[in-house]
């Protein structure tokens, strides 16, 4: 009976024992949400540049305030603050106190392209034209965004140009016209099969009549604005003072002429130093092929206002020379 009695009361004292660290654990588990919270409160009202209201809320807790005004994760916030220049009506933005807006854009007609809710000043206008884009089945190059007679550059946010007021209600506008005809149309001298087309990814062909395939598209996959020139690999065979291609340029576009290999670039050496091509820094393709594949070379560019662009041949058994257009190169 005593052994029984022992056995049960050192039963009952782990017990005890468990239950008082589950409890420990629980208000530790408390505390330290409770320490999150404050700080992350802290710092939602630093972001807003109100100080007092940071104290109250890492010393005493109070996250009221700005709990009722909650924006975007404290992360967004301070990379809007410290990597993302300010836009220019931002000031007015703030002084009207308003966070986000409902948007429509509206074609020539009135008819609403478009509808966005909770559009702020940072939004993107790139955001905008390419759900445009997908909306409509058109290329990115023909939205054009304007209030008023200013036009909106891709490349900035509705902040740039659009403020609500004091007493704001309501939706704010813009109008969207489309532009007649692509940025660039192109044409193969030698009549082989040419299309200027979106990127392709990892993996899809990089010309008309050959399976070598992309094994990396390097930079040029990064900017929604890059297209690819799609050729006929067959047209390697034309001489480096012949037109191979011709592209005719109705926008300000920055080409890229992706070489497959530094040997390749010696064939083509002569027109490149004539026409002004720059090395460019962008990331190379990787290519399959033969006969020594896979190929990685040097990147030339050149910015073209509009006219006729002849890409002249290069001669080399290596194959083409790759042809990447930027058609929104401010974006």
């Known amino acids: 009976h005593k052994l029984q009695l022992f056995s049960m009361s050192l039963q009952l004292l782990v017990l005890a024992v468990l239950c008082s660290w589950g409890q420990g654990l629980q208000l530790m588990s408390r505390q330290f949400g409770n320490l999150c919270a404050r700080f992350s409160g802290a710092g939602r009202a630093l972001l807003r540049c109100r100080a007092y209201a940071a104290w ?49 854009v509206r074609g020539i007609s009135g008819e609403v392209v478009l509808e966005e809710c909770n559009a702020r000043s940072r939004t993107p206008i790139q955001k905008l034209v390419q759900q445009i884009r997908a909306a409509l089945d058109m290329e990115v190059e023909l939205v054009q965004l304007c209030v008023g007679t200013t036009v909106l550059k891709h490349s900035a946010f509705l902040g740039g140009y659009l403020a609500p007021s004091h007493d704001h209600e309501g939706t704010m506008e813009l109008t969207f016209l489309k532009l007649h005809g692509p940025a660039v149309t192109v044409q193969a001298k030698t009549g082989r099969e040419i ?44 001489r480096s003072d012949e037109t191979m291609w011709r592209l005719n340029v109705r926008m300000p576009v920055v080409v890229y002429l992706n070489f497959r290999s530094e040997f390749h670039v010696l064939c083509a050496r002569p027109w490149l130093d ?3 091509w720059e090395p460019s820094s962008m990331e190379s393709t990787v290519s399959t092929g033969i ?35 930027d058609v929104q190169p401010n974006s």
């Open 195 to 238: 299309k200027l087309m979106d990127v392709p990814t990892r993996g899809e062909k990089c010309h008309f009549d050959r399976g070598y395939r992309f094994l990396s598209l390097g930079g040029f996959s990064e900017k929604p604005s890059m297209r690819y020139i799609m050729t006929s690999n067959d047209d390697k065979a034309t």
């Open 56 to 104: 109250k809320v890492l010393l005493r807790g109070q996250t009221d305030e700005v709990e009722a005004e909650k924006g975007p994760p404290l992360l967004q916030q301070l990379r809007d603050k410290v990597c993302r220049p300010k836009p220019a009506l931002q000031d007015q933005w703030d002084e009207a106190g308003v966070e986000s807006v409902d948007l429509v």
């Open 291 to 325: 006969p020594n594949g896979p190929y990685s070379g040097p990147v030339f560019q050149k910015a073209v206002g509009n006219g006729i662009l002849d890409l002249y041949g290069s001669e080399c058994g290596e194959g083409t020379y790759f042809v990447f257009v």
């Open 274 to 276: 004539q026409g002004a």
